[in-house]
């Protein structure tokens, strides 16, 4: 927001330098980004007056005109339509620098000299009009600064305000900052309104539908006013806030806005096309044409004011071009209103405008500030405009919002800060913030309606820190809490399951939670999802209900990019709707992702990766977190292929899937190579693992390792297999492991060769051999007996 530094001056009566008030404001939390002079290319531009002009032969569209600047006459060059003899103009003189980078010189155009130039409001820099020259009033005198004739030795501070602060979107409120950091009290101005016999109430009703979207709409007329160019007092407030005049009318509405916060519109009463204002939310695909011209299609996400039959503006957006103050406009009907934020945002959105009223209104303006501000504009309206005010205020406020109220305990204050305030001071700060105080001990404060962020203790305790100011607060010499922040234990754990996966070769994705609703709907149909109402693309139009659907993404990616070879992981989360509670689901996973060759070295050649290489990993965080034992349970599921699917578990703990994606679900997207992926919840995992590492002593006596080779039907499960052997062995068998899986040619069709590795070992006494090969003995039997299981010879 850009603020006048003289408007600021002449509220708070103060006389401190622009640097001064910049550097106050941003150090209480209103930051000044930038200090502009209002007069940066007035330097050497003076006031000069036209007393000739001849047309220039061979030219239709420039003219040669006679200034004079006091002692000093000048023949310039000049195209604008609009000079005329007599005019008193800004006439920039040789060695002048303008906006645009332009700089003065003595030139000659169709045999003319040109020693200066007679300039528009752009050149000046005092706005972006440049349709013709600057005329000035016609009492300023020639030879005079244009800087001292029009009041221009000011600031342009623009401000770069926080969205919780919507009392500072205008001149009041900056200066209320200043009321409370200066001790001083401001200048409100003071007006006496005069209206007429005739009741505004006899002319207009108000009538609200939706008193959620719109809580008061207060309405004026204002009759027999004269549409004219605005004084120069107020179109110098409306350049420095980066507004451009247009009219008096207008110039009114904006300068209220900017000095109370609460945007205003005025409607030419003739064209309104009705005694009635009625607002409501617009009719689904009904028709609005705004004040730029273009053509809406509406949605009930928009709010309109209509006349009880069509619209005439989107509220708190823009006007109507239909009821627009024209020219020949004499009188006025004048709106000033609260909506609500919210609507205002969904309205603006779905408008595809943005405008200074609805970035008030999106912030939240003062609702019962509405009767003064829409006096003050009243008042201006007749002094500059000469029309009749008509009596009272049609003023519709259903349900009147009124102050919070908290109590505010001062030895609280001064415990969270570590300041040793007084309670006086605290109400000092407080009370030059416009806050009402009773009490003592604890106050009791009531927040404006101006304030909305103010909601509960903690945020007085944050006005006092800020106007007090934060270099105030002293440092701590005794520490009375922990020397450092502790970290999660979510947190921990996944930063060391990075570590683990990192140290296993894969590389981390670093995804966004955005996701195609169509690939989803590819991956799992019956997978509930959660829909962004405004997406940034078409291809990012829901929150992510799996990582799966990121990892097919990003292998997509490095496809394309001919990075074949990939060991991925993301420990992100997957978002669901509401349950029937109305509890959102936000679900903290891991993915885990191979596709394509291993990297190979001087000791292996590199070879595909598949399932193993993923088990491999899992293995190697189960080492890491001490899990009980996982196990692998076939499922169907839309995305997987049928022979390797299966869900993760450790006991009753459903802990996630792997799988290989199946081939039609990674033609879908575009992946020509096979992927095995498995997703891991986190939550459960943190439950089943186990920081304290238990120690058991080395084994005493020695271990007899025996191989087993069988063939088996390929439909009969290697789990199965190890179950059995271990079941038949007991806690003799101390290990059990798969070392060879083979089906070929020298296999029978619809067969399987594996090989077991089978440790044994008692706790109390050395196996004699016999022992070994009894156990042995009865494991082969029991494979025959239920798999029928041939046992290959040595």
Known sequence: MKVSYKWLLELTGLDWPVEKVAERLTLSGTACEEIIPL???????????????????????????????????????????????????????????????ITIKKVKI????????????????????????MVLDGKAVPGTSVIDELDLDDYIMNFELTPNRPDSMSVTGIARDLQALAGVKIRKP???????????????????????????????????????????????????????????????????????GNPLHAFDLKLFGSDRVLVRKARDKEKFVTLDGEEHELSPDVLLITNGNTGVAAAGVMGGLNSEVKTDTHTILLEAAYFNPRIIRKSRKYLGLVTESSTRFEKGVDPNNIPYAIDRAAYYFKEIGGGEVLNGIVDCYPQPIFPVKISFRPDRCNSILGTALSSDRMKEILSGLDFEITGSNPLNVTVPTFRPDIEQEIDLIEEIARIEGYAAIPDTEVNIGPLYTPVHFVDRFEDEVRSVLTGSGFDEILGHGLADSRQAKILNPDLSRLRIINPVSEDLDIMRNSLILTALTVVNHNLSHRLIDMRLFEIGRAYFPPDKDGNWLEEDRISLTVSGNTSGSWREKPRPQDFYDLKRAIENLALHFHWPEITFQEIKTNFFDESISYKLSSGPTDIGLIGKIAEPVAKKFDIKQEVYIAELKINPLITISREAVIFEPL????????????????????????????????????????????????????????????????????????????????IMAELKKLFNAEIREK
């Open 39 to 101: 007069s940066k290319y007035l330097d050497k531009v003076v006031v000069g007056e036209v007393i000739d002009l001849q047309k220039i032969e061979g030219a239709d569209k420039i003219k040669k005109a006679t200034v004079v600047t006091g002692r000093e006459k000048y023949d310039l060059v000049c195209g604008a339509p609009n000079v005329a003899v007599g005019q008193k103009v800004p006439v920039a003189l040789l060695g002048a620098r303008l906006a645009g980078d």
């Open 110 to 133: 169709r045999g003319v000299e040109s020693i200066g130039m007679i300039c528009s409001e752009r050149e000046l820099g005092l706005s972006d009009d440049h349709s013709g020259i």
């Open 190 to 260: 003071v007006f006496e309104l005069k209206e007429a016999d005739r009741k505004t109430a006899a002319y207009i009703k108000v009538d609200i539908e939706d008193a959620v979207g719109c809580p008061r709409y207060a309405a004026r007329i204002i009759d027999g006013i004269t549409i004219a160019g605005s004084p120069w007092w107020l179109k110098k407030k409306l350049i420095a806030a980066g507004i451009r005049p247009i009219c008096n009318v207008v110039d009114i509405t904006n300068l209220v806005m900017l000095e109370t």
């Open 699 to 778: 084994p005493v006596y020695p271990a007899a390792p025996r191989d087993l080779a069988l063939v088996v039907d390929v439909n009969v499960k290697v789990g199965d297999i190890i179950k059995l052997i271990q079941k038949t062995a007991g806690p003799t068998a101390e290990s059990v492991n798969v070392f060879d899986l083979y089906s070929g040619e020298q296999i029978r069709k619809g067969k399987k060769s594996i090989g077991i590795a089978i440790t044994y070992r008692s706790p109390e006494k050395s196996l004699t051999g016999d022992e070994v090969d009894n156990l042995q003995g009865n």
